[in-house]
């Protein structure tokens, strides 16, 4: 499983767009992008699913440059509500045992 | 509504005294997983299970177990609680083992004296 590295926490105001990036430098060729949030006492909730590129969805935004050794989940036009932890996940799920590893996330704090 | 339930939402235990967390989808989802989350170390998975009578272990299974019986349901057993499993416990589910998107519960917060 490619480790990840995010910082450990971010501060933004309300209408800031909000980029947190994801460095996974041992990712591997057939890995996913994945990027969950959570909120103070609730469980992770999905937010996106990325390859390469750009993905885009009503909630976020997700780039991928070419070389997939990192990935930076946009946010754009942020408000209170969105302060949360921020989980960037990378893998492949192929049957079997295998799982997405959660690490510690990245808290974003949103201000007015 | 497509929801995952657990319960109970908060428990206060002693030691040795079993319990069980329950936790059941309504979404017909093939997959389900137990996590702990402790602070400082993220999310961590317990045990998992595929389908129905088809369950392994996670990454820290010692002290639980875990019974699929229903698809549908996904109860998480404590035998003999310990003070080190205190924390805080989601149950997911995602629609089969090869889907990203999963869907967690609320949460058990569990402190065992």
């Known amino acids: 499983l490619a480790k990840t590295t995010q910082p450990i926490s971010m501060d933004s105001y309300e209408g800031q767009e909000v980029n947190i990036t994801c460095s996974h430098n041992?990712?591997?060729?057939?890995?996913?992008i994945t990027w969950y949030q959570q909120f103070p006492s609730q469980g992770p909730r999905f937010i996106i699913q990325?390859?390469?590129t750009k993905v885009t969805n009503e909630v976020a935004s997700l780039f991928i440059p070419a070389d997939r050794k990192s990935s930076t989940l946009s946010l754009p036009r942020v408000s209170l509500s969105d302060t949360a932890v921020y989980y960037c996940?990378?893998?492949?799920?192929?049957?079997?045992?295998?799982?997405?590893?959660f690490g510690t996330g990245t808290q974003l704090k949103v201000e007015l | 509504e497509a929801q995952v339930t657990q319960n109970p939402r908060y428990l206060i235990t002693v030691t040795g005294k079993k319990l069980t967390v329950t936790c059941s989808q309504n979404?017909?989802?093939?997959?389900m997983s137990w996590y702990r989350q402790d602070p400082g170390l993220g999310l961590r998975q317990i045990y998992y299970?595929?389908?129905?009578?088809?369950?392994d272990k996670g990454d820290v299974p010692e002290g639980y177990k875990v019974s699929r019986k229903e698809k549908r349901n996904f109860p998480l057993i404590l035998e003999s609680p310990s003070p080190n499993q205190t924390s805080l416990y989601f149950c997911?589910?995602?629609?089969?083992?090869?889907?990203?998107?999963?869907?967690f519960g609320p949460g058990t917060r569990l402190t065992v004296t």
């Open positions: 996940l990378v893998g492949i799920l192929t049957g079997g045992g295998n799982k997405l590893t």
């Open positions: 979404m017909n989802h093939e997959y």
């Open positions: 041992n990712i591997a060729t057939n890995d996913y």
């Open positions: 997911a589910s995602r629609r089969t083992a090869l889907v990203y998107e999963q869907y």
């Open positions: 990325g390859y390469k």
């Open positions: 299970s595929m389908n129905v009578e088809v369950t």
